[in-house]
């Protein structure tokens, strides 16, 4: 398996929900990344985990909770999010554990806060 | 921190021209400039990447130059196709012990047939 993958591809929440996302890769890659992406944006660093520790946390919300359950799987727990929170959220992971070098993004989950 | 300046923000060519997409960066530590293609509604693709040692890189029509000198790098496509529509984004890290990748803006590129 040489993707990222992610699900699910599209999720609607109310701002008193709580729902995860998951993000998945198979290539022993052991640096992982979330991203929050909008339109017309470049995608912006959320969370980053190296050997299944969180390595950098870019001063998000609460609301936003990230998990290494090992080294294959990334998921990112959602709760009490508000509208501008809408966003495509993307996962990569790196081979380089030290990080800052080729990154391999997954498909994304396309998020709407209602 | 590392900021990365990106033009044109929207190229448009003809099909079988060359595009070129410029970008600059500040810091001058940053040893590793990848560029990422994203059509629309699909995740970031790396296409190519370039490292500090390195001045200049091909592969088929891609082909991405680096001054790090003046701190800019280049992305190249030649005999560009309608499927080369996309938003391209340039980056730049110091790799090693620093896991971020700092984005340009973004160009959006459009090939008409």
């Known amino acids: 398996d040489t993707e990222v993958t992610q699900t699910p591809k599209h999720l609607v929440m109310g701002m008193t929900n709580k729902k995860s996302l998951k993000c998945e890769q198979h290539?022993?890659?052991?640096?992982m990344y979330w991203y929050k992406q909008k339109a017309k944006k470049p995608p912006e660093l959320m969370f980053v985990?190296?050997?299944?520790?969180?390595?950098i946390n870019e001063s998000v919300p609460s609301r936003f909770s990230p998990e290494c359950p090992n080294s294959s799987l990334l998921n990112l727990h959602l709760h009490a999010l508000q509208p501008e929170d809408s966003a495509l959220y993307l996962c990569?992971?790196?081979?380089?554990?030290?990080?800052?070098?080729?990154?391999?993004f997954g498909p994304g989950t396309r998020l709407t806060v209602t | 921190g590392e900021n990365v300046e990106q033009h044109p923000s929207t190229l448009s060519v003809q099909e079988g021209d060359s595009a070129v997409i410029k970008c600059t960066y500040s810091?001058?530590?940053?040893?590793?400039f990848p560029w990422y293609k994203q059509e629309l509604g699909k995740r970031p693709q790396l296409i190519i990447d370039?490292?500090?040692?390195?001045g200049e890189k091909k592969d088929q029509r891609i082909a991405v130059t680096l001054n790090k000198t003046a701190k800019h790098f280049s992305l190249h496509i030649t005999e560009t196709q309608p499927e080369d529509s996309a938003v391209y984004f340039c980056?730049?890290?110091?790799?090693?012990?620093?896991?971020?990748?700092?984005f340009g803006k973004g160009t959006l590129l459009t090939v008409n047939p």
């Open positions: 290539m022993g890659h052991r640096a």
């Open positions: 990569a992971s790196s081979p380089s554990p030290s990080g800052g070098y080729e990154q391999y």
């Open positions: 985990y190296s050997y299944e520790k969180l390595s």
């Open positions: 370039i490292r500090s040692n390195v």
């Open positions: 980056a730049a890290s110091r790799g090693g012990s620093n896991y971020k990748l700092t």
């Open positions: 810091d001058s530590a940053s040893n590793y």
